[in-house]
């Protein structure tokens, strides 16, 4: 078995109470708890309680007191500035910390906190990004249409009360993305985080607090979808939902954001395509492609190249590095520097990969190597070996569904337009990569390929450029200026200068 990796309740920050409202950490008024077993052990890390629809009503009229009452949206651009700055400080200083919550919610290893994207840095830069923009929030002076004597202005202003839900899978990095333009802006937000990684986010939370945000401005409830998500979602003094997630959820949200006409923001999933054509470099793109898939969060990424599109000429080498990558992916205790990779969230994810890779097996795809559940001392864990399926067509099930495992899928091409068309042929598009040498290729391909995110020869997620999906892959941006807008309503300013235009 993997060493148990139980915390101490004070490492968890337990014994405060684990729900922000109004400035005060409570426990919640229903004496329901939700178990938080980890992926890698099954041991229980802590049971916590669950906030139910009066927890969840007493933290969005504290954000909305916030909003309507409070300093947070009339302040001074410097004080926001400084208070986001300093969240960035804390987020570095604390860093490690963070991480090792991470780990003890979903598993993650620890070694995956030197990427950048998931690294404590890439959350503070998020931070020191948006703080940037506090004072740059502008409008527009627009030249009267019809002539004579009036000024017509647009103006920036926050949009109200935010309603965040967070998954799991990368729990800080995604509630960094929605908490730091959504303050920035002016917003005052009640955030819900995975019921499957809790305790990072309540860190992150404390951390925002420490940086000096008034009361009411922040808060936090704990617990699963139903009833703590869905008594969020459809609370009516919610002004914007913001969403990272499954479509099934996306869906609801969108629903429920119709009874009040909400403002949404929605982060979904995703079935990438890495395309490989032979002028590549293809060992490098085998690596970076195989390793999205299995290193870190097991393929548990919404961008990651589950689908790698490689010309028939390389396919043999493109599978050789698949296989050998897929081999060096070392599971168990996330705090073992020896550990590169995650078990599966949970046993219900657990069996739906299972259950995808048996059907892509019937389907006729061949599997090329893992696909199984890991036992010996894994066998505790939610681990699956790495899997890699060659002969797959795009019309199968596995080349269609978003797995959320280590599974990756190799479907053949011949010619660039038989690239494109499968690339496309997808209800998602969220990410895609280009592996060529040939600059216009990687440009023809570029402007071809339907998604919110295209990397030329590999790509590293940056703080200050936005990420969202076309199709079902979602709605809006996050990351950089738009996602700071999406937090603002647009204000237009009629202003006539003389009597006769009035
Ligand atoms: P999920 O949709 O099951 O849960 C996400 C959040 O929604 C959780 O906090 C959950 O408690 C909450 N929720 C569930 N039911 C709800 C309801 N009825 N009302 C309100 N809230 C509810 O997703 P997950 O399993 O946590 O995460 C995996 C999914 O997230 C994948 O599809 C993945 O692609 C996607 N994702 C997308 C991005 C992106 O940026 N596009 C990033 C990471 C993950």
């Known amino acids: 078995m993997v060493a148990s990796i139980k915390p101490k309740r004070d490492e968890l920050g337990l014994s405060e109470g684990l729900m922000l409202i109004d400035g005060t950490w409570s426990a919640a008024q229903d004496e329901q708890t939700w178990e938080h077993r980890h992926p890698a052990t099954a041991e229980l ?28 949206p009339r302040a001074r651009a410097t004080e926001r500035i400084r208070v986001l700055r300093r969240v960035a400080d804390l987020v570095r200083e604390h860093g490690d910390e963070l991480l090792a919550l991470q780990a003890l919610d979903n598993s993650v290893p620890l070694t995956f906190g030197s990427v950048y994207a998931t690294s404590p840095a890439f959350l503070a830069d998020v931070f020191d990004h948006h703080a940037g923009w506090v004072d740059k929030l502008a409008g527009q002076t627009l030249p009267p249409y019809q002539g004579g004597d009036h000024m017509v202005m647009t103006l920036r202003e926050p949009v109200g009360v935010v309603g965040a839900v967070i998954p799991w899978n990368a729990p800080l990095m995604l509630a960094v993305q929605k908490l730091a333009p959504a303050l920035a802006a002016g917003c005052t937000v009640v955030v819900k985080p995975s019921e499957y990684a809790t305790f990072a986010v309540l860190r992150l939370i404390r951390l925002i607090e420490e940086a000096g945000l008034p009361a009411g401005v922040l808060n936090v409830v704990t617990g699963p979808g139903e009833p703590t998500g869905d008594a969020l979602i459809n609370h009516p003094l919610v002004d914007k939902l913001s969403f990272t997630g499954s479509r099934a959820v996306g869906r609801r949200i969108m629903t429920a954001a119709a009874s ?238 003389t009597d006769e235009m009035m």
């Open 45 to 72: 890390v802590a049971g916590f309680p669950i906030a139910g629809p009066a927890d969840v009503d007493r933290a969005v009229r504290a954000a909305r007191r916030a909003f309507d009452q409070g300093p947070w």
């Open 260 to 497: 009040t006409f909400k403002r949404v923001t929605l982060e979904l999933g995703g079935k990438s395509p890495a395309v490989v054509f032979p002028d590549a470099d293809v060992g490098t793109a085998a690596a970076i492609t195989m390793g999205t898939v299995t290193m870190g969060l097991s393929g548990q990424v919404c961008l990651a190249p589950t689908r790698a599109l490689v010309h028939r000429d390389v396919a043999d080498e493109f599978l050789a590095m698949a296989e050998m990558i897929g081999s060096m992916v070392s599971y168990g205790n996330p705090f073992d520097p020896a550990v590169t990779s995650s078990p599966l969230i949970n046993t219900r994810q657990l069996d739906r990969v299972l259950g995808l890779i048996e059907t892509g097996q019937a389907e006729g795809a061949r599997l090329v190597c893992g696909g199984t559940r890991s036992d010996g001392e894994l066998a505790e864990g939610n681990f699956v070996t790495p899997a890699v399926f060659t002969d797959v067509s795009n019309d199968m099930t596995i080349a269609r569904e978003e797995i959320f495992g280590p599974v990756l899928s190799v479907i053949p091409f011949t010619d660039e337009d038989e690239a494109v068309r499968i690339a496309n042929d997808t209800e998602y598009g969220l990410a895609a990569t280009v592996w060529t040498s040939d600059l216009k290729r990687a440009m023809r391909m570029t402007r071809a390929i339907r998604a919110g995110t295209v990397g030329i020869n590999g790509y590293q997620l940056e703080p200050h450029a936005a990420f969202g999906g076309f199709q079902q892959s979602g709605l809006g941006r996050e990351g950089g200026q738009p996602a700071i807008e999406a937090y603002t309503e647009l204000k237009t300013v009629l202003f006539p200068l």
